[in-house]
């Protein structure tokens, strides 16, 4: 029987994916953010080992937080995936025969399954111990699973505009910049729709409820779903968007 000879595309498309995924691991922005996420974890248990205060409270502003700092060190390692190599790019692919499918989507999910793990391997073990250790737990593991989901989604789009936004932007700063002001001004207006209140309670908006398990379905389906339309359309968009470059 013939051998089965795997599809060049696919072959190249994994070796990038592992080449990309390698950088990553060894970047001092990834390890430096994976540390200090490591250390707010920590504090989280303690905090709320010792205070009062409910923990869909404590985690909400934890994620609210994950999401403003660690957003941003997302947007930026994925904005400058692309945009740093224009400069030697063309040439690249073509001495060393890569299709620019592969190329773009080996990036797109070699930075989305790193800030997939990084973000779940420090944020759903301190959520559970949480769970388990706080004074005034009212955080069921339903909730806790919903609102993981929920910013998994969040950030995972986010990888994708980046990579989307360094396709477009052959400046760096410029695609930072842009992606920023869309990513903070997105979560302003999310705020600014769903918050009852802007004290440190109304700010958070529904988050609460949903750690707690007393969101409803409509608004969890509704988030999710368009967490899942922007991860398929934004592959695609940023395929095009390469092809149609010249490099």
């Known amino acids: 029987m013939a051998k089965e000879v795997m599809n060049p595309n696919l072959s190249t498309f994994l070796v990038l994916l592992q080449y990309d995924i390698g950088i990553l691991v060894r970047s001092w922005i990834i390890r430096f953010w994976f540390s200090v996420t490591f250390v707010a974890g ?38 400058s995936a692309i945009s740093v190599e224009f400069p030697f790019l063309g040439d690249t692919l073509i001495s060393r025969g890569i299709a620019p499918t592969p190329y773009v989507l080996a990036k797109l999910f070699a930075r989305a399954i790193v800030i997939f793990i ?4 420090i944020v759903a ?19 806790i699973t919903v609102a993981l989901l929920y910013w998994s989604f969040m950030l995972m789009v986010l990888v994708f505009l980046g990579i989307t936004f360094s396709v477009v ?10 992606l920023a002001v ?21 700010v958070l908006g529904n988050l609460p409820l949903v750690l707690q398990g007393k969101a409803l379905f409509s608004e969890i389906w509704t988030i999710l779903g368009a967490g899942i339309v922007g991860l398929i359309a934004l592959p695609f968009a940023a395929v095009k968007v390469f092809n149609g470059r010249d490099l």
């Open 42 to 79: 920590i504090v989280a248990i303690v905090v709320s080992s010792y205070y009062a205060d409910d923990t869909s409270f404590l985690l909400s502003w934890a994620l609210l937080l994950y999401a403003a700092l660690g957003g941003f060190v997302v947007l930026v390692i994925s904005t």
């Open 118 to 121: 990084m973000f779940n391997a």
């Open 125 to 143: 073990p301190t959520a559970f111990i949480m769970q388990t250790n706080a004074i005034n737990n009212d955080m069921t593991v339903f909730g």
């Open 169 to 178: 932007f052959s400046n760096t700063l410029v695609g930072v910049v842009v």
């Open 182 to 202: 869309v990513w903070y001004g997105g979560m302003g207006g999310l705020i600014f729709i769903y918050a009852p209140s802007w004290d440190h309670f109304g």
